[in-house]
């Protein structure tokens, strides 16, 4: 049976607008229940179904994943003792053990409020011009909009797994520096108090095999890098022999699955995230829900996040009420979804707030939905040593001030506004103590009863510090969102020639027109997807545009093996960073019989900088798709029907052979007699960049697909298609499965 590998075809030109709150729903496909065709080049899934959400059968529903709040005020009492009821039932039935949780060396999970997914491929982590990592500038800049950082994911994994046979473990170790050079990264995020997280990918199941069980590969390289924890990408389970294998190497780590565990496995992962964030487009309820994990274990960290939504408000108040900290996902697989800054500075205030209130928000004895006298205003009430907390969010969409809590009254009580930094004098009727104060439309309040009459320490620099920031209230901040801008890379033209160079063909001058679709698995069609022409105003994933190409000529076949070595010999180049540099040559020699084989393991620098030594240059991405296109519109380049005669056969082996001779398939020649122009290896073309990300374009596709997952780089053979591939560093962007071929422009 041959599975198809995944492109966008089944994305059409009607291709709904995806709902911003795009659900991502992370999940290991199994192979066997994908549905196979006859054509390689064929979608092995529907990329995006009609109601454009991508979504499969394993999701479970809220109301496995939160408790609905009370209908009202008269049932509140019986709903939380229904709350208790449930815990102990089910604590009894997951055989619920605790000791995790009193571990010294995993107590610092109890205090991560504010964790940052942050790509590898960030310019913010790491400055390519001068091949350094910088954790400070990342650092500077992030907690400058929402605030200090408790942990961090460092994701170095898809969009780019499968690109070739590397494994994840691979990878990591091919980042800049190695091993080496991220333990000094981790280093330095610990100098500034921040833990580092790595994630583990369940679904990698089709790439290099390690040699070793996933376990302790990943606890063993952790530990040399001295990370703190792994990140279980799509589980909510987490296996147990990661426990036993981290507990092992004598340095613990903390095991935090992408969604929040509802088995045994919640005994041995002290931290979570919560990303059931909108199930089927639907919005979070008025009334907030409760999260059942954290009933269960108050100690459990649980990280809500909400990656493709503009107005975070919802997720962000349901954190706080359930005293829960926050995950920012922003740069999303190569485009940057910025918290807007409403949303970042309620991050930045409430986090504060549960940092310094920790202890209160670890006690069991927390009850959500507690009284409150506005409408549409809800509190939970967290006892602990400091005095009794009250996290309190406005679920309307206007301010409501006055009366807010009407608290039994004690004598020496002195209570605190958290959100504003002052202390309230309340109202005293009878044995009640009356509290008024503000709150912001869908805004956010914190109230401390406390018998301190002159709060010390971390309650005194909270009082200090909010008080000074809520000189600006919350709804002076702007919730507008903008897609960050992106520039193409100029690529300069070459001293023209008259007649066809050896090993080219002239492509005539023409009017074309370029339609191309980005084949990204995620993101939909929200501005900042995919890539930004010049003559576009913002990023996205369909493009259609009128181009007038005047002629020029281009390599019959990508460059091979015989051409590059010549290169070498004749100009002596060997890059600054030479990391995975020709890999599968030995001794500076490619194997034998590979003379006619595209040369591959080589970056979109070193195909420059052949090109120039050429005197060529590389295509245009729409040079290179007219090429292969002519004026017609053709799928492939020999026509509009797939022939599987005319392209190398895919390889799915985990160990996958090397790339076919350029000159293999003659059948599959455009009608110019363009070679090689898709099924074997990509090839480089334009290169994008935003303050962010770097990212270039690859047409073409290649012959090794790995097997076993949706998540894997995706390939097409489809020329109205092309593949993003994000960038980082020459050692690191190099690929077994990526070529390159030149062009010289024609007078």
Request: aromatic fraction near 12%.
């Amino acid at each position: 049976m041959k599975i198809p590998k995944l492109t966008i075809s089944s994305l059409n030109r009607s291709f709904p607008l995806v709902c911003s709150s795009f659900l991502f729903l992370g999940t290991f496909a199994i192979l066997s229940t994908l549905l196979a065709f006859g054509d390689e080049w064929k979608a092995r899934h529907t990329l995006v179904p009609p109601n454009g959400i991508m979504n499969l059968s394993e999701l479970p529903g809220p109301d496995e994943v939160f408790f609905p709040g009370p209908e009202d005020a008269a049932t509140s009492a019986t709903w939380l003792e229904q709350l208790k009821a449930w815990r102990a039932d089910r604590r009894t039935r997951i055989r619920y053990d605790g000791s995790q949780f009193e571990r010294p060396e995993l107590e610092w999970t109890q205090h991560v409020f504010s964790q940052v997914q942050l790509l590898i491929w960030d310019r913010d982590l790491y400055d390519f011009e001068h091949a350094q990592y910088t954790v400070d500038r990342f650092l500077d800049k992030t907690e400058s909009r929402i605030g200090p950082i408790d942990a961090v994911l460092i994701w170095h994994v898809y969009p780019n797994l499968g690109v070739d046979s590397r494994n994840q473990f691979d990878l990591l170790r091919d980042l800049p520096g190695g091993v080496p050079a991220l333990r000094e990264v981790v280093r330095q995020f610990h100098s500034r108090g921040v833990k580092v997280f790595f994630p583990f990918i369940k679904w990698d199941q089709g790439t290099r095999e390690e040699g070793e069980a996933a376990a302790l590969a990943a606890s063993q390289l952790l530990n040399e890098i001295g990370a703190d924890g792994i990140n279980f990408d799509t589980l909510e389970s987490v296996p147990a022999e990661f426990r036993e294998a981290s507990d092992a190497t004598r340095h613990p780590l903390a095991l935090e699955p992408q969604f929040e565990p509802r088995d045994e496995s919640l005994s041995w992962t002290s931290i979570a995230w919560n990303d059931w964030v909108v199930w089927e487009g639907k919005p979070y309820p008025f009334v907030p829900m409760v999260d059942k994990n954290r009933w269960l274990e108050a100690r459990h960290a649980v990280a809500v996040t909400d990656r493709f939504t503009r107005d975070k408000t919802d997720s962000l108040q349901h954190a706080f009420f359930n005293g829960e900290g926050y995950a920012v996902l922003e740069n999303l697989w190569g485009f940057f979804y910025a918290m807007n800054p409403n949303d970042a500075e309620a991050l930045l205030r409430f986090t504060r707030i549960e940092r310094a209130m920790a202890d209160n928000l670890h006690s069991e004895n927390w009850e959500p939905h507690v009284p409150t006298v506005q409408p549409g205003v809800f509190a939970s009430k967290f006892p602990g040593k400091a005095g009794v907390l009250w996290t309190i969010v406005n679920r309307n969409e206007y301010a409501v001030s006055g009366e807010q809590l009407r608290l039994t009254r004690t004598e020496g009580m002195h209570y605190y506004d958290l959100w504003h930094g002052i202390e309230l004098t309340p109202e005293v009727e009878g044995q009640e103590a009356v509290l008024n104060f503000g709150l912001d439309g869908r805004g956010f309040g914190a109230v401390l009863a406390s018998t301190d009459a002159a709060p010390v320490g971390a309650i005194h620099d909270l009082l200090v510090y909010t008080a000074d920031r809520s000189k600006h209230p919350l709804a002076s901040y702007s919730r507008e969102w903008n897609p960050v801008q992106q520039r193409i890379v100029e690529i300069n033209p070459t001293k023209t020639a008259h007649e066809a160079p050896a090993r080219m063909v002239r492509v005539p001058e023409g009017d074309y027109d370029f339609k191309v679709s980005g084949i990204e698995i995620e993101g939909g069609n929200d501005p900042g997807v995919d890539v930004q022409y010049p003559w576009e105003q913002t990023p996205r994933r369909f493009h259609d545009h009128g181009v007038h190409l005047k002629s020029f000529f281009i390599d019959r076949t990508p460059v091979t093996n015989a051409e590059f070595k010549e290169f070498l010999v004749k100009s002596n180049y060997r890059p600054q960073d030479d990391h995975n540099f020709l890999r599968d040559w030995k001794d500076g020699a490619y194997p034998a019989g590979w003379e006619n084989k595209p040369v591959t393991w080589v970056s979109i620098e070193d195909a420059r900088a052949f090109a120039a030594w050429a005197g060529k240059r590389l295509p245009h991405e729409w040079e290179w798709q007219y090429a292969a296109q002519s004026t017609d519109g053709r799928l492939y380049p020999w026509g509009n029907k797939w022939k599987a005669d005319a392209v190398p056969a895919v390889d799915h082996a985990r160990a996958p052979r090397p790339p076919s001779s350029a000159d293999a398939f003659p059948q599959g020649a455009s009608a110019v007699g363009v070679l090689d122009l898709v099924g074997n290896v990509s090839q480089w073309t334009d290169e994008y960049r935003d303050q962010h990300t770097r990212a270039a374009i690859i047409r073409g596709g290649a012959y090794y697909q790995p097997r076993g997952s949706i998540w894997y780089f995706p390939q097409t053979y489809r020329l109205d298609e092309h593949q993003k591939y994000l960038l980082m560093s020459p050692g690191r962007d190099r690929a077994g499965t990526i070529g390159f071929r030149c062009v010289v422009d024609a007078q």
